[in-house]
């Protein structure tokens, strides 16, 4: 037997709330640029002006994060939650060592961006969403700040 939901017609609730709970995962994961769909942040970053790299660091990929937070104790279980802590740890990993070899400075910082939002999805993971609040706020003051300077060093050099 099923369940009527809001009109609907599910064969089991709990496999309704596990695929809703997927799909805002995966939704999150793809805002935020975690490990599967990390290619596009690095290359939107590197794009020939300043304001786009600040847009798409310190806006835009933070969306998913907070949509994470905000769900965290309502709609995901312990099976979900090792997911995302899986997650962040590979987006923090591979950005930062991605960052090591990398020569342009605007992927240096977007990558570095990659990695603390794989950090904040981590805390997130352990179950500790206000030290990510935390974390993401100290991060948007840090870049910030490093924007300005990476800015600078850009202006400096004729673009490059």
Known sequence: AGTVFSGYYFLSLSLFFWLSS??????????????????????????????SSLVHSST???????????????????????????????????????????EDLKKVVALST??????SMLTVGIGLSFVSFVHLLSHALFKSCLFMQVGYLIHCSLGQ
Request: a neutral charge.
């Open 22 to 51: 997927l799909m805002l995962l995966l939704a999150s994961f793809t805002k935020s640029a975690q490990f599967p769909f990390s290619g596009w942040l690095p290359k939107a970053m590197s794009a020939p002006t300043p304001i």
């Open 60 to 102: 835009l990929v933070t969306a998913g994060l907070v949509l994470v937070m905000n769900f965290t104790e309502m709609v995901f279980n312990k099976d979900v939650i090792a997911i995302v802590l899986v997650v962040g740890i590979f987006t923090m990993l591979f950005s930062s060592v991605a960052a090591l070899v990398e």
């Open 114 to 119: 990659l990695s603390q939002m794989g950090f």
